[in-house]
């Protein structure tokens, strides 16, 4: 018998993850929370997924282009703006819009109720972007445009001004 283990056989030491509705980071970001289910280290890195919760009359980030990464929304319940360039697109509940990397985007909430989405990110990178801006806001310090665009370059994420 060999060391070489067989790819087609299910391995033992593979963990399942399981995140029950009151577990997951947890990061507060204004009028927004996001609730991350898999940040990545249970995949390779391949996939991230967070819960977001967007209250109403919630203004999303600045349009804005991802070069490393697609990104995924499912509108839970509520409505969500997607604006994709100068395309605006409400979404609701069993929608599903997925951006490939060097899309323009951004969403808001421009309702009277709260909207819930699940997000994707393929492969996991921008979690950290969400934790970042946490952490300028726990010190103190407001969540300006300008701290916003420099969180976003850490990962390979910039605004995308031509549509300013």
Do not use: K
């Amino acid at each position: 018998m060999t060391e070489e283990t067989n790819a087609n056989e299910p391995q033992a030491h593979t963990a399942v993850s399981v995140i029950g509705p009151g577990d997951g980071e947890m990061i507060v970001l204004g009028t927004t929370r996001m609730r991350v289910l898999e940040d990545g280290s249970h995949t390779g890195h391949r996939l991230a997924i967070a819960e977001s919760v967007l209250a109403p009359h919630t203004q999303g980030p600045p349009q804005h282009r991802h070069a490393r990464h697609d990104e995924g929304f499912y509108v839970l319940s509520g409505t969500v703006r997607f604006t994709v360039g100068d395309e605006d697109h409400d979404a609701t509940a069993g929608t599903l819009v997925m951006v490939p990397p060097g899309t323009p985007h951004t969403f808001a909430n421009l309702t009277d109720q709260p909207a819930v989405f699940l997000s994707t990110f393929t492969p996991d990178l921008y979690v950290q972007y969400f934790r970042d801006l946490q952490e300028v806001l726990a010190g103190g310090r407001p969540l300006t445009p300008q701290a916003n665009i420099d969180a976003m370059s850490r990962y390979a994420t910039e605004p995308a001004t031509d549509l300013a």
